[in-house]
């Protein structure tokens, strides 16, 4: 069993809705946890992350960690055309995250419909 | 503007061939990860290098792969003999710890689309 599992899509969803996208995950050491989103033809891009339990909200996405769960979610509200890709989530045990590896989910790919 | 950047984009191959992935690092970053990304597995570790060195490289099939870093602008990544099943996109980012949040971030090159007839 991996580490970090995430469904693999496709979703697709009608412009103005709101997105949920999920991981889980069963190391109880990941602190540190990260969604990248990935444009077709294009390498991963960081786009928040968050550390421990809890929110953290940037525009209008907000990252969601329950650690008591080991589940981590994104939203995105108000989705547009723009916001299709493929999103992955991905975990680190330690803080400086940009320095060592992380442990990356299979990414689910987002469709926003017109 | 910096980037990661990784040549050849797409590369077409036969069975048993040598394939040599090349990637440069944004200068100034001390870390290279090199990434391999397929559907049923998603994106996976195969090796990273801290200051040019080695780190780990468990996640690559050491019989056929190796990776190097020749200077701190370039980093390979060979695979010899290529196989079908080494058909995927490779990534290549590279890393550090910025500032004071000790946190930094992984930047990833466009990535090489290599396909093994």
């Known amino acids: 069993q991996k580490e970090v599992e995430q469904d693999p899509g496709p979703l697709s969803v009608p412009e103005g809705a709101i997105v949920s996208l999920n991981c889980t995950y069963s190391?109880?050491?990941?602190?540190?946890f990260m969604w990248y989103r990935q444009y077709s033809r294009k390498g991963p891009e960081l786009l928040m992350y968050?550390?421990?339990?809890g929110n953290k909200e940037d525009g209008r996405f907000t990252a969601q960690v329950d650690k008591s769960s080991k589940y981590i979610s994104l939203f995105i509200r108000d989705s547009q055309p723009s916001d299709s890709a493929t999103y992955l989530c991905?975990?680190?045990?330690?803080?400086?995250?940009?320095?060592?590896?992380?442990?990356f989910g299979t990414g689910t790919r987002l469709t926003i419909i017109p | 503007d910096a980037r990661v950047t990784q040549t050849p984009r797409d590369k077409v191959t036969e069975m048993g061939q040598e394939v040599t992935m090349r990637c440069q690092p944004i200068?100034?970053?001390?870390?290279v990860f090199w990434y391999r990304q397929t559907m049923m597995q998603g994106l996976e570790l195969l090796a990273y290098?801290?200051?040019?060195?080695?780190?780990?490289d468990s996640g690559m099939p050491k019989d056929r792969f190796s990776a190097e870093m020749p200077d701190a602008t370039l980093a390979t990544l060979k695979i010899q003999p290529s196989e079908p099943r080494d058909s995927a996109v490779y990534f290549c980012?590279?890393?550090?710890?910025?500032?004071?949040?000790?946190?930094?971030?992984?930047?990833f090159g466009p990535g090489t689309r290599l396909t093994v007839l």
């Open positions: 190391n109880s050491a990941f602190q540190y």
């Open positions: 200068l100034g970053h001390n870390t």
């Open positions: 290098f801290r200051n040019r060195a080695p780190l780990d």
């Open positions: 980012a590279s890393g550090g710890v910025f500032g004071t949040s000790g946190r930094g971030e992984q930047f």
């Open positions: 968050t550390y421990s339990s």
């Open positions: 991905a975990m680190s045990p330690i803080s400086n995250f940009g320095n060592e590896k992380l442990t």
